[in-house]
DNA sequence: TACACTATGTAATATCATAACATGTCAAGG
DNA sequence: CCTTGACATGTTATGATATTACATAGTGTA
């Protein structure tokens, strides 16, 4: 990490985001914590996590919130890194492939994974009003979307799961 | 409808779609009944099924599939309504608000919905291999993503739920 | 008719994503 | 050590999806 470690400060979108969720927390340490997992996992996947690729894993680390190929993409640049949307995609498609990051479709985003390595079906919470995006524990939504498809002879393999709302805080700022 | 009904025929993706889901079932009748239903609805709203948006729900319904914004848009274009890209997303942007269709993000596309004015969770189940979506039941899976968010104080509006896996059709084939 | 309201048409542009190909890097086998 | 093959990155170009802004036209009502 780059970014030193900071207390929760409430005007910051990404403290209440992926897996410490909607409380305070130290965004340096959960940050480092989860890069040095990712390696150790890819290193014994037996695939590299290049520069490229690390970088860009940082940043959505850093961020802490969903962030468009784009961002990725000018924040890459602006390092010496290629300026071309390819280079942020290709790195972007890896890491999700690798349970790294995570897309949001509606938000045509991605996140870093907060806890890489864990099965986990993803099921995420999107703050309309601060865009927060948080990820929920999301086995029993699976189970219920895996019997409901069972019903009609559908067999799931993957699974977008993304629900739109308030989250706690904004919901007591309205 | 403009299309005749026709029996079920295992080559057209259509007939494994929406509320039938993947089963055998007449295409004229249940886009015809859906239509009456939509014009209905909208009626009893005192809002206006205008010649554009009664077009774009009835393509829907006979291509019975989802279709990207510019698919609809060059079937207008080809009847002589607008042909700008807006003319296709206003019109997808009321049916979609007024539960008549619904967006597949993963696919960025639409699909008629087929039982308009019913409250319903949508889940869309999504084949890989023929691209025929279905709408499932959702209940059960909304009140799990509910009760899930609910854990961590987050307020649930409105969720995306798409299964991508195979349909039973193409589950035998392979 | 005049007005307010809603809907449609159109131009321009923004945003998101991929295909295709050239170049560079690195480790294993000769 | 050097070749070779696999993988990764850089770059060009283009495609696909979506929105903003403004002009025009229809609709219902006072």
């Known amino acids: 990490m780059t970014e030193a470690p900071h207390a929760h400060d409430p005007a910051c979108p ?3 985001a992926p897996d410490l969720a ?9 940050a480092t914590d989860t ?13 590299r ?6 970088r860009v894993l940082e940043i959505l680390l850093e961020a802490h919130q969903a962030l468009g190929a784009y961002d990725v993409l000018n924040r890459l640049a602006a390092e010496g890194f290629g300026n071309q949307p390819p280079v942020a995609y290709r790195a972007l498609d890896f890491l999700t492939e690798h349970g790294l990051a ?12 907060m806890h890489p390595g864990e099965v986990h079906a ?17 086995a029993a939504v699976g189970a219920a979307l895996g019997s409901a ?26």
């Open 102 to 113: 995570h897309r949001i479709r509606r938000l045509n985003a991605f996140v870093a994974c």
């Open 35 to 47: 890069l040095a997992r990712a390696e150790a996992l890819l290193v014994a996947r037996g695939v």
């Open 14 to 16: 990404g403290c209440a």
């Open 122 to 138: 993803p099921v995420f919470l999107i703050c309309r009003v601060c865009k927060t995006v948080a990820e929920a524990p999301g």
């Open 49 to 54: 996590l290049t520069p490229v690729r690390k």
């Open 149 to 174: 498809a069972a019903d009609m002879g559908f067999a799931v393999e993957r699974a977008t799961i993304e629900a739109l709302g308030l989250c706690p805080a904004c919901k007591v700022a309205a």
């Open 22 to 30: 909607f409380s305070a927390h130290d965004h340096g340490s959960c």
